[in-house]
């Protein structure tokens, strides 16, 4: 499996699901058209940042630091650690969530996660890692499997896949924003070129990197398409308002079947850990290569302490957090969902400066007619983005 | 111009540049850097000025601090700075760039330049690599530093000496640095092996091609087959198969198996023949079996040779082989008969001969036993080697204990590269 497909894939983490379900079970099939214009940009911003990897062998990162210095690098840093931090808490939330859908209290499952995590990533191998990640998106299917058993009304769902609808409606228009804005996340810039410049694939391979992309990001939403069709099947005829993923999982039991309810659960179980397990170690990765501290997960809290703190406390704390009773959950998600918000046109930014920069790129620059496209995309997702800013902390406050 | 005492880069980049009439000619945006002797010197100030670059000799300056920068040029006569592909900066070309520490065997970032005064001028003495340089870029140095001491530590200096340092490639478009090519090779190929895994394949690649190819083919071995395939695919054939030759023909087969066809069959081509059909037969087993673990080169004699030769001709074959603790004796169709320790041989009459002290109830594997099967044998019965023999008990090769240690180790002991 290529790194495409796998970004892909950790992409539909907990806070992905919970916003389709929602979307779902609140509009039924109505926002479905929206995932077709997210997957082009989706693919635009992926296939930038792929070929910066293929090109340079440099993580994003690095080339951030290597050509604007230290200060921009180091806010960067500082604002991608509490936007991860926050999505680790989302994880652990998800977790939690599916866990108690089982009848598994919290306060064991979560330790318990917590503790899985820390001793894959200290403890186990790459090889065990990587069997995870590939059952892990065998796992996903579950959404699709829960789709059709909902029996959908295939006729209608081609139609609104299709053709646009626009309501003029507050909600309508922060979920289209919100589906848009956990499709397309800071990290996953930085996850995929460093995963590609870590394979070290070469210039004369790219065509099939660019395919990876193009299959990963067509998967994303995939799995996003079954997920709104499941619960605009089953639940917005009913008008049940579900919240969040784990509501939408229960709230499926009487109407889909046990097997749709279980599957809706598992899946989100494997997505949150999923999730859990990366987030936090790609930061601490990406943290200490920009800073230039040493980082590896061979090494000790002595040789690497850097490393190891931003590694442990993103794990610690989120997991403190999601225990703590009434923790202000939401109030913390949608804090670091506005710091990833601001932070995503930085990214893209940073990204489209360093693509066009002869002296890095060579001739793999951007043509100029992606280039339109790539500034295109990125000007409608940060007006897009600061709509969403906007609108989150006006709506839920 | 003569500088007294130390400055660090940080401290100058931005500061106003003015002229005799303390007119400001604009700000500092870089420094040029010259080779010199004993340490590179700097030999001019680029200052900028309304988006307009400009080159302020080091001759023309009066003032150099880190409190007042004046020049003895005015403004009207200041010469355009003509960007140069062959000049050396400061802050495009070093500063935030990736160097290798040799000390502590791995990558770090410089973080700020030194300067300091040497006979009129102004010479590169350090790197900055740690935590003070990032906060002095930052402007924090004094904050930070007072956190600290609340916590009761010191803020350390971290710097390189200038004398180490190196450029790497001056063609690569981002220069990294390292410590000069022989202090490197003096590193554990181990630590080698961690550094390239740290940098990106391309520096990776310029980095192993200052190596010698000894000490290439261990640093080599030690690192993961994505990477060891990255790095062989940068390198030139001559040199790689120059590489592959010198490491054991069971290492060099994991190699070339994971290089694409048309590299391998290349590389394979010059490779001399011998070696080349020993890796040749390994490439045809599965990577986790004992054919895919095994080595060819082992010591093996005929039942009929005497004890004081057999050590007379281990002398000289143990050179040439890897893993020396056990004679095989094989019969002249070259089947397996019997094997003596190495202890045992040395303990042995001189004038027996060596079918009649070897041990013939022999512990064996076929080639294509799980990994797991052989290191279980290893360890049952406290063997270092284990012989791989095919139905008719040919002797195909022998499995080595450190070839199968890795199964069984934690795997913060195994040499493993960050991969997520």
């Not at chain 1, 509009?27 to 992926?46: C, D, K, M, N, R």
């Not at chain 1, 910066?52 to 921009?72: C, F, Q």
């Not at chain 1, 066009?356 to 007006?383: D, F, Q």
């Amino acid at each position: 499996m290529g790194p495409g497909i796998i970004t892909a894939n950790l992409d539909n983490d907990a806070s992905g699901i919970a916003t389709y379900s929602v979307a779902g079970a609140r509009f039924g099939y109505s926002l479905l058209w929206i995932l077709i214009p997210t997957t082009v940009a989706l693919v635009v911003v992926q296939e930038m940042v792929a070929r910066m990897g293929v090109i340079t062998g440099k993580g994003l990162s690095d080339l951030i630091r290597e050509n604007y210095g230290v200060r921009p690098t180091f806010y960067m840093m500082l604002a991608l650690l509490f936007a991860n931090f926050g999505t680790t808490v989302a994880n652990f939330a998800g977790w939690a969530a599916s866990m108690e859908i089982f009848g598994l209290s919290k306060y064991i499952m979560v330790p318990f996660g917590a503790v899985f995590i820390w001793l894959l990533v200290t403890r186990g191998s790459y090889r065990l890692l990587e069997r995870i990640l590939l059952v892990a998106c065998l796992l996903y299917l579950g959404y699709i499997i829960s789709g059709v058993l909902s029996k959908p009304d295939w006729a209608q769902v081609a139609y609104n896949t299709i053709v646009p609808t626009l309501k003029w409606d507050a909600e309508y228009m922060m979920l289209t924003i919100a589906i848009i804005g956990t499709t397309i996340t800071p990290w996953m810039q930085f996850y995929l070129q460093s995963s590609i410049a870590e394979k070290g694939i070469r210039k004369e391979h790219y065509k099939a990197s660019r395919l990876d992309v193009i299959i990963g990001c067509s998967i994303t939403d995939i799995i996003a398409f079954f997920i709104i069709v499941t619960c605009a099947t089953t639940l917005f005829p009913y008008g049940i308002r579900v919240n969040e993923a784990h509501e939408a999982a229960i709230a499926l039991k009487p109407l889909a079947g046990q097997y749709a309810s279980g599957l809706f659960a598992v899946s989100l179980a494997n997505a949150s850990i999923l999730g859990a397990i990366i987030v936090p170690l790609a930061t601490a990765y990406y943290v200490c290569e920009a800073m230039g501290w040493e980082a590896g997960v061979n090494k000790t809290f002595k040789e690497a302490p850097q490393f190891m703190w931003i590694y442990t406390v993103l794990i610690v704390f989120s997991c403190v957090l999601v225990l703590i009773p009434g923790a202000p959950l939401i109030l913390f998600m949608i804090l670091s969902s506005v710091v990833n918000g601001i932070l995503l046109p930085f990214v893209l930014v940073f990204a489209l400066s360093l693509v066009n920069n002869r002296a890095i790129m060579g001739e793999h620059i951007n043509p100029k007619s992606y280039n339109y496209i790539s500034w295109g995309t990125v000007v409608v997702l940060i007006a897009l983005t600061a709509v969403f800013l906007v609108m989150t902390v006006a709506w839920k406050t | 111009m003569p500088l007294f005492g130390e400055l660090f880069v940080s401290e100058l980049i931005k500061k106003p540049v003015l002229d005799p009439s303390g007119e400001e000619l604009g700000f500092v945006r870089d420094f040029i850097v010259v080779r010199g002797e004993p340490l590179p010197r700097l030999s001019a100030l680029i200052i900028e000025k309304k988006k307009v670059q400009y080159r302020l000799n080091w001759e023309d300056l009066s003032i150099f601090n880190k409190r007042i920068i004046s020049s003895s040029v005015r403004a009207g006569s200041l010469k355009p700075y003509v960007f140069s592909e062959d000049d050396l900066l400061i802050s495009r070309d070093i500063l935030d760039k990736q160097i290798v520490d040799a000390n502590g065997a791995k990558v770090v970032r410089v973080n700020d330049v030194k300067l300091e005064g040497f006979d009129g001028d102004a010479c590169l003495i350090a790197v900055d690599v740690g935590m003070r340089g990032i906060l002095r870029r930052l402007g924090i140095e004094h904050r930070g530093e007072n956190l600290f001491r609340i916590f009761g530590k010191k803020l350390s200096q971290n710097l390189i000496s200038w004398n180490y340092i190196q450029p790497l490639e001056p063609k690569l478009t981002t220069i990294s640095l390292t410590v000069p090519r022989q202090m490197l090779s003096e590193l554990h190929p181990a630590d080698i092996a961690e550094i390239i895994s740290q940098v990106s394949h391309l520096e990776g690649a310029a980095l192993f091609k200052g190596l010698d190819p000894e000490t290439a083919a261990e640093a080599l071995h030690e690192l993961e087959p994505d990477v060891q395939a990255a790095i062989i695919g940068r390198i030139d054939k001559e040199q790689a198969s120059d590489i592959i030759e010198r490491m054991p023909p069971d290492e060099a087969a994991d190699v070339i198996a994971d290089l694409p066809a048309e590299k391998a069959k290349e590389i394979l081509e010059l490779i001399e023949k011998e070696e080349a059909e020993d890796i040749q037969e390994l490439l045809g087993h599965e990577e986790d079996t004992s054919g895919g673990l095994m080595t060819n080169e082992y010591i093996a004699y005929a039942p009929g040779l005497r004890v004081s030769e057999a050590i007379e001709r281990f002398r000289e074959d143990a050179r040439e082989v890897e893993t020396v603790y056990y004679i095989y004796i094989v019969d002249v169709e070259e089947k397996l008969i019997g094997v003596i320790s190495l202890r045992e041989l040395l303990l042995a009459p001189p004038d027996a001969p060596l079918s009649e002290i070897m041990e013939t109830k022999l512990k064996t594997v076929a080639p294509e036993s799980d990994q797991r099967v052989v290191a279980e044998m290893l360890s049952k019965y406290n063997l270092l080697a284990i012989p791989v023999i095919d139905p008719e008990n040919f002797l195909l090769g022998i499995v080595t204990i450190d070839d199968v240690i890795d199964i069984f180790l934690p795997p913060a002991a195994r040499k493993k590269r960050r991969r997520v």
